[in-house]
C-alpha cells in the first residue's frame, strides 16, 4: 500500500511539472534578435553613422528588450546628413561622456514603439505618437517634425521599418541642455594664469604669440631661433612656429645631403653636417619652423686643404659651417644679378656677426676676400624654395679684425696762430709802416 501511494505521488509530480513547462514560456531569449532584425539591418545600411552613435549610447541592449517586447519603428538620417549638417560644436558636445543623458534622449526621440509604414505617414492630418524618450512625433504628410522623410519604408523586416530621413531630429530638452551649457561656458570666469613670465633676451614681459598662418614667414628673426652653439652671441630662444611645422624641414635636410652624396665631390661636407656636428638636425628644425637657408658648399678638394689645427679646437667645425650658411634663399641668378648691379654684397650668415662679402670676377660671383676666396663653381646644386646649395671651390674663413696701429707720437708743440689779416690792412701797413696797433 505504501508503494503504491509513493507511485501516485511521482506520477502527481511530473504531471505539474509538465503543466508548468507549457504554461510559462521561457523569457531569457524574448530579448535575443536574429539576422532578419531591423537593427541588425540598421548596422548594415546607410545609417552607419547612427548606428555608431546608439553605440556610444549604450543603447544597443534597451533597443533589443525593445524589439522583443514589439515592433519598432526607426526615423534615420542617412550618412551624409550626419557628416555634413550637423554643427561640430553639437556633436562634440553629444560625445561628450558626461552628456550621456542627452546623447541617450536624442537617439530614442527618433525610435516610436510600434510599426509605422508609408501608408501611415501619406495621411493629410496631423498626427502625433510618443516616442521611446516619452516626447511626441508629429507626421504630416511626408514630413515629421517639419524634417522630410525622403526614403519611406527603406529598410523592411518583420520586427521593424527604417524611414530615412532629411536630418536629425532635436528634442527641446538636448537642445535647451546644450544651449545652457554653451552659454555657461561662454560666461565662465576666467582661467587663472601663472605669475608674468619675462623674456630673458629683452628684459621685457612676454607676450601671447601672434598667431603665424601656415607658410608665412617666422616673426623672430633667425638667430633667436637657433639653438645654442659656440659661435652665435644672442642668448637663443625658441622658434615661433616649432609645434606647427608646416614645412617637413628634416626630408628636405635629408633630401639636399642625398643630393650632395649623388652629385660627387661634396662627401666631406656631407659627413660634416651629418656624423661630425648636429647640424643637419639644426637646420631641419630651421626649415620646419619656417626659415629660408642657402648652403655654400665647399667642394671636397677645398675641404683637404684645412689643416688640423684649423679642425682642433673646440666648436671649430660648427663655426667654419655656420659661416657657410646664408639666412637667405639665394640661386646663382638672384647672386649674379646683385653682384653686376651693386658691386660688393654683404650677406648676413649663421655665425653672426661677421658677413660673407660677394663680389663680380670672371664672369662668376666670387666670396670672400684676398687669398681666401672661393669662386661659385657647381651653381644651384639642390634648390626647392626652402634650401639652395650652391657648391664653390674654397673654405671661406671671416676677415679677422685688425687693430689700428697708433703712430708714435713726438713731443707736443704749442702754437699760436696768427690773427689773419685782410687785404685793406696789409696794403695800409706796408705804406704807412708799423704805426697802427693792428700792423705789430
Known amino acids: 500500500m505504501e508503494g503504491v501511494s509513493n507511485l501516485l505521488f511521482s506520477l502527481l509530480l511530473l504531471a505539474v511539472s509538465s503543466i508548468t513547462t507549457t504554461a510559462l514560456p521561457d523569457k531569457t531569449g524574448s530579448g535575443q534578435i536574429n539576422s532578419n ?12 553613422e547612427l548606428a555608431e552613435l546608439v553605440e556610444k549610447a549604450l543603447l544597443l541592449q534597451t533597443l533589443e528588450e525593445a524589439v522583443g ?30 552628456n550621456l543623458k542627452s546623447l541617450q534622449t536624442l537617439l530614442m526621440f527618433h525610435i516610436l514603439p510600434q510599426r509605422i509604414t508609408s501608408t501611415h505617414l501619406s495621411a493629410s492630418s496631423v498626427v502625433s505618437h510618443r516616442t521611446l524618450s516619452n516626447d511626441h512625433l508629429h507626421f504630416a504628410t511626408g514630413k515629421v517634425n517639419s524634417a522630410v522623410i525622403t526614403r519611406p519604408d527603406d529598410v523592411t523586416r518583420p520586427d521593424g521599418v527604417i524611414h530615412g530621413i532629411e536630418r536629425l531630429l532635436i528634442p527641446r530638452s538636448v537642445q535647451e541642455d546644450f544651449n545652457r551649457r554653451r552659454n555657461l561656458r561662454s560666461i565662465s570666469a576666467v582661467l587663472p594664469e601663472g605669475a608674468p613670465e619675462v623674456d630673458p633676451r629683452t628684459h621685457r614681459l612676454k607676450k601671447k604669440p601672434v598667431p603665424v598662418p601656415a607658410g608665412a614667414p617666422p616673426i623672430l628673426p633667425i638667430y633667436d631661433a637657433m639653438s645654442p652653439g659656440p659661435s652665435l652671441a644672442p642668448a637663443p630662444a625658441p622658434g615661433p612656429g616649432g609645434p606647427r611645422h608646416h614645412f617637413n624641414g628634416d626630408a628636405q635636410v635629408k633630401d639636399f645631403i642625398h643630393t650632395l652624396l649623388h652629385y660627387g665631390g661634396y662627401n666631406e661636407m656631407a659627413d660634416i653636417l651629418v656624423n661630425l656636428t648636429s647640424l643637419a638636425t639644426e ?25 688640423t689645427d684649423q679642425l682642433s679646437e673646440p666648436g671649430a667645425p660648427e663655426q667654419i659651417m655656420y ?65 639652395s646649395v650652391q657648391g664653390i671651390d674654397g673654405v671661406l674663413f671671416p676677415e679677422e679684425e685688425t687693430p689700428v696701429e697708433n703712430k708714435s707720437a713726438g713731443p707736443v708743440v704749442k702754437t699760436t696762430a696768427k690773427p689773419r689779416r685782410g687785404k685793406l690792412i696789409e696794403v695800409a701797413c706796408r705804406m704807412f709802416g708799423s704805426q697802427f696797433y693792428t700792423c705789430q
Open 283 to 307: 637646420m631641419g628644425r630651421l626649415v620646419s619652423e619656417g626659415y629660408v637657408l642657402t648652403v655654400l658648399a665647399p667642394n671636397d678638394e677645398a675641404m683637404a686643404k684645412l689643416t
Open 69 to 98: 517586447q514589439h515592433n519598432i519603428t526607426i526615423f534615420a538620417p542617412r550618412n551624409e546628413a550626419l557628416e555634413r549638417n550637423l554643427d561640430p560644436e553639437f556633436k562634440s558636445f553629444l560625445l561628450q561622456p558626461k
Open 37 to 48: 532584425s531591423v537593427l541588425v539591418a540598421l548596422l548594415d545600411s546607410h545609417y552607419t
Open 323 to 387: 659661416y657657410h650658411i646664408i639666412p637667405e634663399y639665394q640661386t646663382e641668378e638672384s647672386m649674379y644679378n646683385s653682384v653686376r648691379r651693386f658691386g660688393k654684397i654683404r650677406y648676413d650668415s649663421l655665425r653672426f656677426p661677421h658677413k660673407v662679402e660677394a663680389q663680380e670676377a670672371d664672369g662668376s660671383v666670387k666670396f670672400g676676400h684676398g687669398d681666401g676666396s672661393a669662386y661659385l663653381f657647381d651653381p644651384d646644386i639642390y634648390t626647392d624654395g626652402r634650401i
